[in-house]
């Protein structure tokens, strides 16, 4: 959405576009398997599908249903099953939950309602409704879930009926390995995106010192070689924190990779392949990432520096809403949604590039930084705290950019991810970046 002065009718229609792009989704990732598949645990990270599909449900009904359009609530007595603050994923699958028909009904009743909502609700006149803030957030949570549920998807042992084609191949990548970003300030977070959450606002100014960062996120080809030659058994590369999780569970490539008669082999969404050289590294916990830049005698990007390389125009000055510029992202900018099942080959979508050249900064793999996930000056918590305020501290670090298994309106270039570091479950990559010195300061330009 492109600033909070959209056309009120354009903005409905923009509104009820996410929610029903969401509602397919949901029910795609919720119908392709039988009943069984959705009410077991998959893992004890994650919840039962069943149980994701009804807090879909109730956080809508919550939001849209009661906050803004004060009415009574449907259904009070599950509230406190689908609060995800009450009971931790692995208790999840022994409460009395919502049978997949009776789940199913009810966020399809609720759905319903909320958009007799939207067509009645002035989206003016208080926070809630401002620019249709709470529908665009109800809108950002269902991708999310939609996203969780296809993680618990490809946790599964089974066989999966998702499927998506192939990302189109393009040439391969020539360019730079790396791309230096100058120092100085700009323009981080945002104070006009008006479904951005909480923890992206308000815009404030950084400087950031020079640096260079890649072009192109870290391969599996290029992460093999930090593996054949024993990463993970070098202690030197790994934090004391990595080195226990790498000890502890016999570490010794990416979540869902087996070596097997000479070559590395990964399961996919239930379907067992070579790995594939030229793609981004997917499944990699935060304290693998930190390793891997250690051994290339680098290290990852700080939150800072990642939002600058994907954000800052430095011939005018300004921070773009994405790295082409302030358009919303189409299938030539970014592989997102859902549209492949994979990342796109390191260097695809060169329409997606930013002012500094950098490629793949939005889709294809969410990308680990460095930084902790803090509040940004300013910060005031909004609609809950539970959102974003409770998980601020050290415990968690920060994911930017997106995947291939986020929509579009859950991503963008201000959008904070966060998570713990060993999490390796989630589609995560990162690409590495060094200091730069005086020495590597671009010439000035000759009249």
């Not at 926070?127 to 529908?135: H, I, N």
């Not at 921070?319 to 796109?344: C, F, I, K, M, V």
Request: glycine residues 8%; aromatic residues 10%; contains cysteine.
């Amino acid at each position: 959405m492109n600033g909070p002065t959209m056309d009120p009718q354009a903005l409905r229609e923009r509104a009820r576009a996410a929610l029903l792009a969401a509602r397919d989704r949901t029910t795609l990732l919720t119908s392709c398997v039988e009943d069984s598949e959705l009410t077991a645990q998959h893992s004890p990270l994650m919840s039962p599908l069943v149980w994701d599909l009804a807090h879909i449900g109730n956080q809508e009904e919550q939001w849209l249903l009661r906050a803004v359009a004060g009415r009574d609530a449907m259904r009070p007595e599950i509230d406190p099953l689908y609060d995800a603050f009450e009971h931790p994923r692995a208790e999840r699958p022994s409460l009395p939950l919502l049978a997949p028909a009776e789940a199913r009904g009810y966020a399809a009743e609720v759905r319903g309602r909320a958009l007799d909502v939207l067509e009645k609700t002035p989206l003016h006149g208080t926070p809630l409704t401002d620019a249709g803030f709470a529908f665009g957030m109800i809108a950002q949570h269902e991708q999310q879930h939609d996203e969780t549920m296809l993680i618990t998807h490809q946790l599964r042992s089974g066989p999966t009926a998702l499927t998506a084609p192939d990302p189109q191949p393009g040439p391969p990548y020539t360019g730079p390995d790396e791309v230096l970003v100058p120092g100085g300030p700009f323009t981080m977070g945002t104070s006009t995106e008006p479904w951005a959450l909480d923890n992206e606002r308000p815009a404030h100014r950084r400087l950031v010192p020079p640096f260079f960062i890649d072009t192109t996120p870290v391969t599996n080809a290029a992460y093999q070689r930090f593996i054949d030659d024993g990463g993970y058994e070098e202690i030197r590369w790994w934090s004391p924190a990595g080195w226990a999780m790498v000890r502890q569970n016999q570490l010794r490539a990416p979540l869902f990779w087996r070596r097997e008669g000479g070559q590395w082999l990964r399961r996919r969404f239930g379907t067992v392949e070579p790995v594939p050289a030229d793609e981004p590294v997917l499944h990699v916990s935060w304290y693998e990432a930190d390793a891997y830049a250690r051994w290339a005698g680098r290290r990852l990007p700080s939150e800072e520096e990642w939002e600058k390389a994907a954000r800052h125009d430095p011939v005018t000055d300004r921070s773009r809403r994405y790295p082409w510029g302030d358009a919303d992202p189409t299938p030539e900018h970014a592989n997102l949604g859902q549209r492949h099942l994979r990342p796109a080959p390191a260097g695809s979508y060169p329409m997606g590039e930013s002012p500094f050249g950098v490629r793949q900064l939005i889709g294809d793999v969410w990308e680990w930084t460095s930084s902790d996930f803090l509040p940004y000056p300013g910060f005031a918590a909004f609609p809950y705290r539970e959102y974003s305020d409770v998980f601020f501290g050290g415990d968690y670090k920060v994911l930017r950019g997106g995947a291939f298994s986020v929509d579009a309106v859950a991503c963008r270039g201000t959008f904070r991810n966060w998570d713990h570091p060993v999490r390796r479950q989630i589609f995560s990559g990162f690409r590495t970046a060094r200091d730069a010195g005086p020495a590597d300061a671009p010439e000035p330009e000759v009249s």
